[in-house]
């Protein structure tokens, strides 16, 4: 079983601010986590993914989250938010093969 | 690379008839894609597992009769959906799987039945 709880549904930051988005999972095998973004009317594109290699996981637009074993955490961050971030985010956990369980998203506002 | 694309983009159609969907991984091939369907402001739910020269696997609720699935080649899958009412106006999302564990997502189908 594994399930995502994404905090939030709504994050506003400043142009230039730090974008944090939390995410937390549960799963009972080592997890694949991913975060991915979504524009309106757009499919999901994929920012990131941890798949048990470093913790620390870069992506695609400055964005990076970290893997938190011990917190159950997949937190998605970014230095200095830009009005080009503002989308609808989802986090999700696969255990690799299985289906991917998707959260039910946070949508982040950028205000100039 | 890993790049999936839908058509149509959007589609509008009469109550009852019938809605086809492909969905293709244009650079690599997938024996696994996955239907999604989205509803306003709200996460993706899967509709079902689509598996190459097999029938696909419904999620609980999810009416194989009416929404028919055809995954007949490593590159193509289709959603139609038969006797389409107002209700089953939604986006439409596809996935296909890479590897062991990565989706990456077609840009959806906006299907508005009248």
């Known amino acids: 079983a594994q399930s995502v709880t994404q905090l939030g549904s709504h994050v506003s930051v400043s142009e230039g601010a730090l974008v944090l988005l939390r995410c937390n999972y549960s799963s009972s095998v080592p997890p694949y986590l991913f975060w991915y973004v979504q524009y309106p009317n757009q499919g999901l594109q994929l920012l990131l993914k941890y798949t048990s290699a470093a913790t620390l996981v870069k992506g695609i637009n400055g964005f990076e989250a970290e893997f938190k074993k011990s917190e159950t955490s997949f937190h998605l961050t970014k230095p200095s938010a830009h009005m080009s971030d503002a989308a609808e985010y989802f986090c999700?956990?696969?255990?690799?093969?299985?289906?991917?369980?998707f959260g039910t998203g946070t949508k982040l506002q950028v205000i100039p | 690379g890993a790049v999936v694309s839908q058509h149509p983009s959007r589609v509008i159609c009469k109550s009852g008839t019938s809605v086809k969907i492909e969905c293709r991984s244009l650079?690599?091939?997938?024996?696994?894609m996955f239907w999604y369907r989205q509803f306003p402001k709200q996460s993706l739910m899967l509709m079902a597992t689509s598996n190459e020269g097999s029938k696909a696997t419904y999620e609980q609720g999810v009416e194989k009769d009416k929404f028919l699935i055809n995954h007949a080649s490593l590159t193509l899958s289709t959603l139609t959906v038969t006797s389409a009412h107002p209700e089953d106006s939604s986006f439409y999302i596809c996935?296909?799987?890479?590897?062991?564990?990565?989706?990456?997502f077609g840009p959806g189908t906006r299907l508005l039945v009248l």
């Open positions: 996935s296909a799987r890479l590897g062991e564990e990565t989706q990456y």
């Open positions: 650079d690599f091939q997938a024996t696994t």
């Open positions: 999700a956990v696969s255990g690799g093969y299985q289906k991917v369980t």
